[in-house]
Each structure stands twice: as C-alpha cells, then as structure tokens.
C-alpha cells in the first residue's frame, strides 16, 4: 500500500484530490485509525535560539504577510508542517499526520450529519478556535519546539496570497490554489467595518442549532469574509473536505479566530453568549500525540488559556478598500425577489438608517445550499428597476457573501438550509423612505479560475426589518 499511495501523494495536487485525499479523508473520517493512540516517531529537532521566548506558556500570533522569508517563527512553522506532512507520506492513514489533521476538518464541516456539523451556527467561532489550537500543540511537539505559534493572515493589509505560502518545496505551499501570486482580493469580501459593529454575538459568529428540520442561521463573518476567501483561493481550500489540507487555512482562520478577540474588544456590550447550551458544548479532537480529547466551549474563551495571543488585534487601519460599494454587472444569472418590510415602519427604518441609533438588516430567508461554492453579491432597489439604472432608486449596493456547500449530494442526511443576514447600511435610506415596494437582486461574482455560475441560488424570502425585533 505505502509503495503506491507514496506515488499518487507524490503525483500532481490536483489529481491527488480527486483520486486520493477524499478517499483518504473517508477512510480516516470514518475509521479509528484517526482515534487511535500513536507516538511521535518524528523528533526532528532544529536549533532555533532566534525564536522569542514564551511568556508564562503564552505564544504570540503574528501576521504571516509582514514577516521576512528568513524569520525564525515561520522558519519553525515550515519545518514543523513539513514534519507532518512526511509522516502522512510515509503512511497516509498516520494518526499524527497531516492528513489526520486535515480529516478532522472534513469530519466537523463537510458533513451532512446534523450534530456533527459546526458550520452555519454559533460553534463556529469556537470549534475552528480549538482546531488551530490542537494543530498548534502538534507542530510544537512535531519539532519540540514550543515556542512554535501559529501565525495570521491579515488580508486587509495584505490582500493577496502571502509569499510564505509560495515556493515549490515550501511545505507551506498548495498546488491546487487557483488565485495567482498577483490576484487581488476584491476589496468588498473584506467589509470588516460593518462585520465589527455587529451588536449581538450571533449575528456577529452565527445562532444556535434550533432542529434538524429548521435552517441554519449563519453569522456575518462566516458567509462573507470567511467564505468568500475560501473560495477566492480556490482548489483545497473551497471545498471543505480538503480546505485544511492547503496550509494556508490556518493563516486565514487565524484572522478569523482574530475577528473574534477583535470584536469584543470594540465594545463593553459585544459579549460572548451565556446560555449553558454554548458553554457547556464540547468538541471531539485529538491532541498532539493523536490521542482522542475533548473540550468545552468555555474553555475556549480566553486564547491565553490556550496558550496564545494576537501580536495585534487592529482593523482600524482597514486598507483604503473597505466599505466600498460596487456596482452591479447585470445578466442572465441574476436572481431577482420582492423585499418583505412592514410598511408602518418604513419612515422609521429610514430615521434609524440615517441616525444609527437602530440596526437595520436584509434577512435573506433559507438559502438551499448548492453543490458548488457561489459568491454573491446583493443589491436593493425600487422593484421593476433594471439593475443598471444608477439613480438614487436604483440597485444601490448591499453585501457580498459566498454559499459554501456541504456533504455529497446522494447523501443528504439534513435539508440544508441556511439562513443569512447582512446590514443595511446608511446610503439606503432614501431608498427606504420613498415608499415604493422594492425589490433584492442577487448576482453571482466572477471568482479567478472559475467560469461565471448560472446556477440558480435558491432563497425563499427576502425580508428587511429591524435588529433587535430578530429574536
Ligand atoms: Cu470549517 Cu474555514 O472552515
């Protein structure tokens, strides 16, 4: 077995997606061999005396953008995945390998299983929070090195695809990437001002599960930012069955995991939720060793806990692209619906939207997800309006988000549907107070490498109301 699966690990990236990882991902995903105890038999150990020392246990995580090829934390970073990845070409199925590692991943996301999945509701923030945190542990122990931390990738200052991630034998690099060295994030994925202003925790990092039978509600900074970088990178990364085998996931869910810290840092009433259900929750990993352990929501609150900080927890200086408004390109595989608001309200929504003082949002009601990742963007105006027409009542900017799929499609155990919102920002007001029915368009996104989908995006209801009437 070793003989032939080392050839097709060896052999181009994208055939061994296809032909080997997600068999791989099952084997491991369904098998104990990922449960299974197992000791380190790599104890590669370089000399690294340049590495800042730990406070009190405590790494600090850095932006992997701004770093020099030759510094010290991404020199360990590099030698420690490399250590991982061997040990899942030696024998694919390694308990302590990469693609061990990469299992996990596609066992709590990719999965059609009700209770299993952690995307699209709350236990998101948390669980990816503890992936990264194992994964850390086991790249301290693959090199003995535990000042070894994880890094960032802070694409609102660097909206590409760092060098670090580029290179032929860079184990930090991923053949299947479909966004260029030079490609550039389009700023609007980046919106970062009006994920931080998200007031309630949820609609910030998504609601509780309610039922099998009830959709998914999906917090802001999964569907767009998080999303939408997925899938802008393209290969491993937009599928959630191989996303973490492309090492760069652990630099984009550093930033996620950032967003986290960040927000509640904004403001004293931007709180974690409380209920027992979120605290007590508890996720099944394995720790460094490959050996099964679990852990609580409320043990992963506090990173210092966990063993790390944020080098910075700074937005602020949002690259000059945020908060900006494209327009809209028009065409056949736009989705046009008419917007549910309650009328006796309007003049106030319009109030709020020009003061501030109330949170306005677009719920998008149950999108069926599809087969294949869509980027969306969303567009409000008077209904009847061509999307081209650019006067004050025409389509004026909403969102942009991306539908990330799950599961296979002849194993649909859930019905998957989700649930999004988005705010409405202050420059629609005068759309809001002209009393006329309006109407959303959604229109899909060119992302690189990948045709135009005409895929039709199913929602049922498009509805715009205020924040706080929500729950
Ligand atoms: Cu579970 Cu960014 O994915």
Redesign the pocket.
């Known amino acids: 077995m070793d003989q032939k699966n080392n050839k097709k690990i060896q052999s181009s990236r994208r055939n061994f997606i296809k032909s080997t990882s997600l068999s791989t991902l099952t084997a491991l995903a369904s098998g104990q061999a990922l449960l299974a105890s197992c000791g380190s038999e790599n104890k590669e150990k370089t000399s690294r005396s340049a590495l800042p020392s730990t406070a009190g246990g405590v790494v600090t995580r850095r932006d992997i953008s701004q770093l020099k090829p030759d510094d010290p934390s991404l020199m360990a970073l590099k030698d420690a995945v490399g250590v991982l990845r061997k040990r899942s070409e030696r024998m694919s199925l390694a308990p302590d390998g990469w693609f061990a590692y990469a299992t996990l991943?596609n066992m709590?996301?990719f999965t059609n299983s009700y209770s299993r999945q952690?995307?699209f509701t709350w236990l998101?923030f948390p669980?990816?929070r503890a992936?990264l945190h194992f994964l850390e542990k086991k790249l301290q122990a693959a090199i003995q090195e535990p000042s070894l931390a994880l890094h960032y990738w802070d694409w609102t200052k660097y909206p590409r695809i760092p060098e670090a991630y580029w290179g032929k034998d860079n184990p930090l690099s991923d053949s299947t990437r479909l966004a260029s060295r030079e490609d550039h994030i389009p700023d609007d994925y980046m919106n970062m001002d009006s994920h931080l202003r998200t007031p309630s925790f949820k609609g910030f990092g998504g609601f509780p599960k309610i039922s099998p039978t009830k959709p998914f509600g999906e917090g802001v900074v999964e569907q767009s930012v998080?999303?939408s970088i997925?899938n802008w990178i393209g290969g491993n990364m937009d599928n959630?069955a191989t996303?973490?085998i492309d090492p760069i996931?652990s630099g984009?869910?550093g930033n996620?995991d950032r967003i986290w810290d960040s927000w509640l840092a904004q403001s004293p009433a931007h709180k974690n939720p409380i209920d027992e259900e979120f605290l007590n929750y508890s996720f099944d990993f394995t720790n460094e060793w490959g050996k099964p352990t679990n852990i609580q929501v409320k043990d992963l609150l506090d990173t210092k806990k966990l063993g790390y900080q944020f080098e910075s927890l700074d937005f602020s200086k949002m690259y000059e692209g945020a908060g900006v408004r494209p327009s809209p390109k028009g065409g056949m595989a736009c989705l046009t619906k008419d917007v549910n608001l309650e009328e006796s309200k309007r003049q106030e929504m319009a109030d709020a939207l020009k003061n501030g003082y109330r949170r306005v949002i677009l719920v998008m009601d149950r999108f069926k997800l599809p087969f294949i990742p869509i980027c969306i963007r969303v567009f409000l105006s008077v209904k009847g309006k061509s999307l081209t027409e650019t006067d004050t009542l025409g389509a004026q900017y909403v969102t942009t988000a991306t539908i990330l799929p799950v599961g296979v499609p002849d194993t649909a155990l859930v019905e998957k549907n989700i649930i999004m919102q988005a705010e409405v920002g202050p420059h629609l007001a005068a759309l809001m107070a002209c009393g006329q029915p309006l109407q959303a368009t959604v229109e899909p996104v060119k992302v690189p490498g990948r045709p135009l989908t005409t895929t039709a995006v199913e929602i049922k209801h498009i509805n715009i109301e205020f924040d706080d009437e929500k729950e």
């Open positions: 991943h709590f996301c952690v995307h998101f669980w990816h992936y998080h999303n997925h959630f996303a973490a996931f984009h869910h996620v």
